[in-house]
């Protein structure tokens, strides 16, 4: 005799925790986010619908196969994949377990999810992120980011936070490592500097403009610092003996 499991009919869509890459469409106009394991290949939305990765016909997750979504239970267990040199760059999730689901003893394998909030870390100098950068990686039309600061940036692709939110959609929170709200509005260019006129005061409050001042305050100490250094070297190019 086979004994099953009770089936779960919770209240309310049981929260999960994973991690993932955030990624850019090569044009700028799209958000997603691509898996370190099982159909990493296949960039997903912030609501979107598991499919079978082996090309089978059944609707995920199929209990004789790996297919669908999969997140841990615990944040902290979520928190320590982020430790592994391929995937410091990664970013931590907590998702809405939708549809039908299979639960184990560390987690969940789905048909359907929802990614509520995006926990960026630190750059890899150690400074906040400021922005989502080029990683120097990606799938086909689609270019890996990762966390960075205004001083790293360094002429690289990148967009806001908050502006990866907006091209993400479907209400989207993004948070920098330790709590503290991500910086806000608009893309920013490969130069560094802010892509096009900065956004008017309309539908910003108090939070949203600091983290701009914040922003823009970092790439001035930047500038600040390479001037200092040409300074330093003299008009020749050469520094003073």
Do not use: N
């Amino acid at each position: 005799m086979r004994l099953r499991l009770p089936a779960e009919r919770p209240t309310e869509p049981p929260t999960g925790y994973k991690i993932a890459h955030p990624v850019l469409s090569h044009d700028g106009t799209r958000a997603r986010f691509t898996g370190v394991s099982l159909g990493g290949a296949l960039p997903y939305g912030v609501v979107a619908d598991a499919a079978c990765v082996y090309g089978r016909r059944h609707r995920p997750p199929a209990r004789l196969c790996d297919c669908g979504f999969h997140c841990v239970h615990e944040r902290a267990a979520a928190e320590a994949l982020l430790c592994t040199a391929e995937h410091r760059g990664a970013v931590l999730l907590e998702v809405s377990v939708l549809g039908a689901y299979i639960r184990y003893e560390r987690g969940f394998r789905y048909a359907r999810q929802r990614v509520r909030t995006a926990t960026v870390g630190p750059c890899a100098c150690g400074a906040p992120a400021s922005a989502l950068a080029d990683a120097g990686w990606g799938r086909p039309g689609w270019r890996a980011l990762t966390a960075a600061c205004a001083g790293c940036l360094h002429g690289r692709t990148s967009v806001t936070c908050a502006g990866f939110a907006r091209l993400a959609g479907a209400g989207l929170r993004i948070v920098a490592g330790g709590g503290w709200p991500a910086p806000v509005a608009g893309a920013i260019a490969a130069s560094g500097a802010p892509a096009g006129p900065l956004a008017g005061p309309e539908g910003l409050g108090v939070p949203e403009l600091a983290a701009e001042a914040a922003l823009l305050q970092a790439r001035l100490d930047w500038f600040q610092t390479q001037l200092a250094r040409l300074g330093e070297r003299g008009p020749g190019g050469l520094g003073h003996g």
